[in-house]
């Protein structure tokens, strides 16, 4: 196991070896399945966010001067994440219909027992490509912003070797899900998972 510095990353591993403890010391038969950054209805469009409405990290706004921030929020502007070498960002996400598939594709199967699986779109996002998308698709324009982020790819092909699983969104539909998405007046957006 390894982690990135903090605490949530501490966490993740101390869950899954206590869950790897477990299945040695009392035969339990289960699996854990590793899942990155879970989207659902408009997430994914929010977590793009420079507003104060932004979903999880980074908290766009705080790379560029509040005037500034407002303006990318009235153009529509996507961030294009930067590693400090200047790449863009491969980040990798679930849409939650696809973890919920995976969840009930394992469960009680023969080959997921005391297993561990990366639960994940078959390529992460690249926020480039992303950008370039909604450019090209909704027309909105974009803007490279440089943070202390690398990129990720965790490989999801266990999952489709022994658990016959397959991921339906890619970058094209999880894009176009949340962007597309109409919230109803009963449905009100809380971010409980703010920047």
Same mark, same amino acid.
């Given at each position: 196991?390894?982690?990135?510095?903090?605490?949530?990353?501490?966490?993740?591993?101390?869950?899954?070896?206590?869950?790897?403890?477990?299945?040695?010391?009392?035969?339990?038969?289960?699996?854990?399945?590793?899942?990155?950054?879970?989207?659902?209805?408009?997430?994914?469009?929010?977590?793009?966010?420079?507003?104060? &409405?932004?979903? +999880?990290? %980074?908290?766009? $706004?705080? *790379? /560029?001067?509040?005037?500034?921030?407002? =303006?990318?929020?009235?153009?529509?502007?996507?961030?294009?994440?930067? &590693?400090?070498? +200047?790449? %863009?960002?491969? $980040?990798? *996400? /679930?849409?939650?219909?696809?973890?919920? =598939?995976?969840?009930?594709?394992?469960?009680?199967?023969?080959?997921?027992?005391?297993?561990?699986?990366?639960?994940?779109?078959?390529?992460?996002?690249?926020?480039?490509?992303?950008?370039?998308?909604?450019?090209?698709?909704?027309?909105?324009?974009?803007?490279?912003?440089?943070?202390?982020?690398?990129?990720?790819?965790?490989?999801?092909?266990?999952?489709?070797?022994?658990?016959?699983?397959?991921?339906?969104?890619?970058?094209?539909?999880?894009?176009?899900?949340?962007?597309?998405?109409?919230?109803?007046?009963?449905?009100?957006?809380?971010?409980?998972?703010?920047?």
């Amino acid at each position: 196991h390894s982690a990135y510095p903090g605490c949530y990353a501490l966490s993740k591993v101390l869950e899954e070896v206590m869950l790897e403890q477990y299945y040695i010391q009392y035969n339990l038969n289960g699996c854990c399945l590793r899942a990155p950054w879970i989207m659902e209805k408009d997430d994914f469009k929010y977590q793009l966010s420079f507003g104060d &409405d932004v979903f +999880g990290g %980074p908290r766009w $706004r705080d *790379f /560029v001067d509040a005037s500034t921030a407002d =303006s990318y929020v009235a153009s529509h502007t996507t961030p294009v994440m930067l &590693d400090p070498e +200047g790449k %863009p960002v491969q $980040r990798n *996400f /679930v849409h939650v219909d696809d973890l919920v =598939s995976a969840i009930l594709a394992s469960i009680d199967h023969p080959a997921a027992r005391q297993q561990t699986f990366n639960i994940c779109m078959d390529e992460p996002v690249d926020y480039r490509q992303l950008a370039n998308y909604l450019t090209s698709t909704r027309g909105y324009p974009s803007v490279d912003i440089t943070t202390p982020h690398h990129a990720t790819w965790l490989d999801n092909t266990k999952a489709k070797f022994l658990l016959g699983w397959r991921s339906v969104y890619d970058l094209h539909k999880l894009t176009d899900a949340a962007f597309d998405y109409q919230r109803s007046a009963s449905d009100p957006r809380i971010i409980y998972y703010p920047g």
